[in-house]
């Protein structure tokens, strides 16, 4: 593997659509990156020796928690969960959702606000009817984005 490259992929893997699993998997073997899939329930291993799974306690951010105690600047965050993302980006690290979406310093700040917006909303009383289905759409933008990250870190 490139020194360049990241050291590793963390992906928030309860809510981790399982076709984006599957593309990292492929990746991990591919480029040979060690893929760390953290969840509170049991994940059976993937036959990749670079994809490990991580299991920790039940609970509110305990997974979320594990993965910033344990992400290094330059590793790979997968995750859909903004609050992970912000402290992720604020780490040195890159975070990516399962549908493409890059949060970055100059981006998370507003994805924080609108997201908070809407849970307020939400506990008000507003139905605001939650993300669309994940799709196909979703799935290309998440590959040809992760295609890039790796891409860009394989050229430092």
């Known amino acids: ?73 330059g590793d790979i965050v997968i995750t859909s969960d903004i609050p992970l993302a912000a402290e992720v980006v604020e780490k040195n690290a890159t975070a990516l959702s399962p549908r493409g979406e890059l949060h970055t310093r100059h981006n998370i700040k507003a994805r924080l606000n609108m997201r908070d917006f809407m849970d307020t909303m939400r506990g008000s009383g507003v139905q605001s009817g939650g993300p669309p289905p994940f799709s196909h759409k979703d799935r290309q933008a998440f590959a040809n984005h992760l295609d890039r990250i790796l891409a860009k870190l394989s050229d430092k």
């Open 1 to 73: 593997m490139n020194k360049a490259l990241a050291e590793k992929i963390w992906v928030d893997a309860d809510a981790c659509p399982i076709v984006i699993k599957d593309i990292l998997i492929r990746v991990a073997d591919r480029i040979q990156i060690n893929v760390i899939l953290v969840a509170n329930q049991y994940i059976q291993k993937p036959p990749s020796q670079f994809v490990s799974c991580l299991q920790v306690d039940q609970g509110f951010d305990v997974a979320d928690n594990e993965i910033v105690s344990r992400v290094s600047p």
